[in-house]
Structures are given as C-alpha cells and as structure tokens.
C-alpha cells in the first residue's frame, strides 16, 4: 500500500515536487495551500487527491509530511500543529536555510514521530503554483541533512527521503544539518544578496535605466536571482544572517585583494592570473554538479 506524503504549501517548490511525485513515484499526494483556488488547481490537475486550506486534516491524512513554505513560517506553523503528530509519522522540509525550523522541531516534536530535513537545490526568480512543473528537480541536488545524534533522526527515513530524491531526477548529497546553513551562505543565499546589491549599484539611481538599457548577457545572468519573491528571501537571509555576514566579510577581503591587484603596474598580468584562476574553478562547476559526466 502506497504511502501518503503531505505537502504544505503548494508554491513553486511545494507544487513541482507534489507534480514530480505523481509523476514518478507510487506516492499518494495530498496538499495544504492558503488560498483555496490553489487547492482547486492542484486538484483539478490530479496532483494531489485531497487538498485543504486547514493544516490539520492533511496531517491526520499523511504519513510524510512536508513543509513547503518559507522557512520561519516552516518553524511557526511547526510548533502549532507539532501536538497533531503521531508515532512513526515523518516530517520533513524543503527550507533552503535550516536552523530556525531544526530548533523548532527539536523543541516540538512529539515523541515517536521521525524528522530529517532535505533541501532540494532548485527553483526560480519567479514562484507560485502557477510556475511549478513536475522536472523542477531534475539533474539537480537535493541534499539530506544529517544529525545521527539526535533520537529523532532515522536511517531509514534518510534512504527513503534519498529516494524519493533520486526517483524525481535528483542528484543527492548527505550533509550534516549542523553544516548546511554555512554551505548554503556561500552558494545561494550570499549571491542572492550580492545580486541585489549589484542592481541597486548599476540601476538604483538617476543613470541606473540608461545603465540598464545598455547591458548584455552578463548583467541579466549576474543578477537574475536579485528578480526573486523578497518577503521569501527575506527570511531566508535574514534567518541564515550570521552565516551571510561571515561571507560577505570573506568577499570584502577578495574586494580589497582585487583592488590591490589593480594598483598594480604590470601590464594587467596579476588580473589575467587572478581571472584564469577564477575561471578554473568555475570550470569545475558542471562536473561537481554532475551536469557533466567526469570520466
């Protein structure tokens, strides 16, 4: 008999993944969204058999649950329903900055009732379940945070959590939960902020759309994250703010390396060495994420 996974929050990430697990798995899907016209797509699209505006009766109706919205309204909504969980239910999450739903959940959980966090490595400047799609997870991460020392982490849960990663196109990767928020500062969360740092620089002021009209390419792809919903990223960033103050030091230290480089006298040389190398490891990208077979 196929096992019920319960998905709060049907947006981009809530909506792809209740899409992919229809459409690759033998998981009985059901939902909690806002607004009842979400309810009403899902439903109509045969995503999900049962959706509810209320969290409790998806709850009572799953036995994987997972949290599907940003992460401080995750760890809020969490400590209100965690009284609603029974023994050997799951819950889980897609938060892409852990440490205020991790502390939730340990402070909530009820005893009995399993918790492994994952955090799939996909989405778009743009949200909602209008956007969602069923290959969202496709060739990329999803990485399963890890906490052996915790009585409420499981083995077993962790392969299933890993597989069903992997039955959606995924490619996974084990982290301890305790590292994640500090990897994730340096790849997502600090460059959404540089991005938007970058736009109010280039176009924030009275020659910023003249600016603007004679970018290319690498203006767009440098800041098309900085496009992305910001009440979202606003607790994603301000949640993770310690682990994104330590990386912004870090570039303010490669800010001050680059400009020294640039005092030089030398013909421009210490800046080709210092792009070559930056290029190398860029290079390194496409392998690393396995977009690219390295053999």
Known sequence: MSKTV????LGLLGGSLAKALKAYTDYDVVGYARRQEVCDAALQDGVVSQAWTEVEPLVEHSDIVVFSLPPDTNARLFTEVAHLFKPGQVVTDVSSAKENFVRAVYESIPKGTFFVSVHPMAGSEKGGYEVSHKNLFKGMGWIVL?????????EEVAKELADMG?????????????AHDAYLAMVSHMPHLIAA???????????GELRMRLSAGGFRDCTRVAGGLPSMW??????NRHNVLEGLSKME?????VKEILSQEDEGQ??????NRSRDVRNKLPYLTGQIKNN
């Open 6 to 9: 319960g998905i709060i929050g």
């Open 146 to 154: 890890e906490d052996k020392a915790s009585d409420v982490y499981n």
């Open 166 to 178: 992997r039955a959606v196109g995924s490619r996974i990767e084990f982290v301890d939960v305790y």
């Open 197 to 207: 740092i970058l736009t109010q620089v280039s176009g924030g002021d009275e020659l």
């Open 234 to 239: 606003r607790e994603i960033i301000y949640g």
């Open 253 to 257: 230290d490669e800010i001050r390396r």
């Open 270 to 275: 210490a800046l080709e060495d210092y792009l």
